[in-house]
């Protein structure tokens, strides 16, 4: 089985930057970023198939939050810029088998990070 840990989070003002990591203890074939803010569903932000380095971001965050990984660290970062209010949530790392936008795609899951941006 998989663990994973998310780190990061905090309190930023609006458009500034955040930069979440995702620690890995066992192999993963693909790992994705969701968030869930108070009173909303799971939502997906990004995913990466770790062998091939294939991304999909969902398109609220296209052109601001960028996925990318270390192999030898076995973790997975997400660069988030331009942070808006609307970006405040608990973000979640998951990994599975597939670099699917659903949550039914994802095996494991961390116990999330609070990203929280100020108007």
């Known amino acids: 089985q998989v663990q994973l840990v998310e780190s990061g989070g905090g309190l930023v003002q609006a458009g500034g930057s955040l930069r979440l990591s995702c620690a890995a203890s066992g192999r993963t074939f693909a790992m994705g970023w969701f968030r869930q803010a108070p009173g909303k569903e799971r939502e997906f932000v990004v995913a990466i198939k770790w062998s091939v380095g294939i991304m999909y971001y969902a398109a609220s965050v296209k052109g601001r939050f960028t996925i990318s990984r270390d192999n030898a660290k076995n973790t997975v970062y997400l660069q988030m810029n331009s942070l808006k209010p609307e970006d405040t949530a608990v973000y979640y790392c998951?990994?599975?088998?597939?670099?699917?936008?659903?949550?039914?795609?994802?095996?494991?899951w961390g116990q999330g990070t609070q990203v929280t941006v100020s108007s």
């Open positions: 998951a990994a599975g088998q597939i670099a699917g936008q659903a949550m039914g795609d994802y095996d494991y």
